[in-house]
């Protein structure tokens, strides 16, 4: 997750990412992205592997990071956002570091991305903001190179481009339009001005839910077209979706079911249309937490089924997890939260 919101905040590229909302109340800050409960302080995570033991196990030594696993301390300032983030490797020392800076209306002004690995490297991402407090350019300072994000917004404050200039020349252009109901209809991607990469247009019902999006993808070897389609039941929740149809027999279908609370509870993905496919699906509990990751093959390939186990604390956060594959535990990461 950490992965993810520094791109989203750091490049901006969709309409989403970087408009204006109208109520701060609707706002997320990091601690919610991150799906922590509670007035977070810090959050140390630690990744032990395990040695089965007839039917137990016992914590062996510290790993490096796997996956979405990780040795790494988060820190939040009082409002909820990241002000620091550090991974470590297994021997202690710091592998990434982001350090956030934010002003007293706690807008983000400044990012300093620190990557140890090799001779080490630092990028430093500057944000500025009209009298909107809207964002509308980022500059990007590495050691050999600057790059300037500017974002246009129309008159009700919607960012409707962005452009990605360096060395006086745009290198990217990212565009898009609304319909009357404030949907994104259009999600354009050109090098320069207007040569095209990727152009996506869409189409929704009138509870404003995506219901087709079709897309056209400019590669260097060919032109890819295919479309995706969206349904949803009663309650407007998703349970079908079909992606990446480029005829009636090749797609890739997710099917969703959903726990009483809402959440979602399974997402079975199935590629359609193959000789040889390995089926996908994610189990979550209530909470929104990954309890089980399969992947199943339709051949004689060994399926692989991961489980999760989570412990918590009184404020309903996971101190504890156990990672099993095909049964046997492989994994623990441990984590120690501290509140405001």
């Not at 809402?262 to 937490?289: A, R």
Request: hydrophobic share 25%; glycine share 4%.
């Amino acid at each position: 997750m950490k992965k993810a919101i520094v791109i989203l905040i750091t490049i901006c590229l969709s309409a989403h990412s970087c408009s204006k909302s109208k109520n701060s109340s609707e706002r997320k800050n990091h601690i919610s992205e991150y799906g922590f409960n509670g007035n977070v302080k810090s959050v140390k995570s630690e990744l032990f592997n395990l040695i089965p033991e007839k039917d137990t196990f016992k914590i062996g030594e510290k790993i490096n990071g796997i996956s979405i696993d990780r040795n790494e301390l988060l820190e939040f300032n009082k409002t909820g956002n990241l002000t620091s983030s550090k991974e470590f490797l297994a021997n202690g020392k710091v592998s990434d570091e982001i350090i956030n800076t934010y002003d007293k209306n706690n807008k983000l002004t400044r990012r300093k991305v620190i990557d140890n690995y090799g001779k080490g490297d630092t990028i430093d991402y500057q944000y500025s903001y009209n009298s909107s407090d809207s964002l509308e350019q980022i500059i990007v300072l590495g050691k050999n190179f600057q790059r300037i994000h500017k974002i246009e917004r129309d008159k009700k404050i919607r960012p409707i481009k962005n452009l990605i200039i360096q060395n006086d020349t745009i290198l990217t252009t990212y565009a898009v339009e609304y319909d009357q109901n404030n949907n994104v209809i259009t999600e354009n991607e050109y090098k320069s001005k207007n040569d095209p990469v990727r152009l996506l247009k869409r189409e929704f019902n009138e509870q404003k839910l995506k219901e087709k999006e079709q897309v056209i993808e400019y590669n260097t070897w060919d032109t890819i077209n295919y479309e995706n389609q969206y349904f949803y039941d009663s309650k407007q929740k998703l349970v079908l979706g079909k992606m990446f149809i480029e005829n009636d027999s090749s797609y890739e279908e997710i099917k969703n079911s959903y726990h009483p609370n809402g959440e979602l509870k399974e997402s079975i993905s199935t590629p359609m249309g193959s000789e040889y496919f390995v089926i996908t699906s994610q189990k979550l509990d209530d909470k929104g937490h990954l309890i089980e990751h399969s992947r199943l093959p339709n051949d004689t390939k060994e399926k692989e089924i991961w489980e999760y186990k989570y412990k918590y604390d009184s404020e309903g956060n996971w101190i504890e997890k156990i990672n099993y594959k095909n049964k046997v535990p492989l994994q623990i990461v441990k984590r120690k939260i501290e509140y405001y």
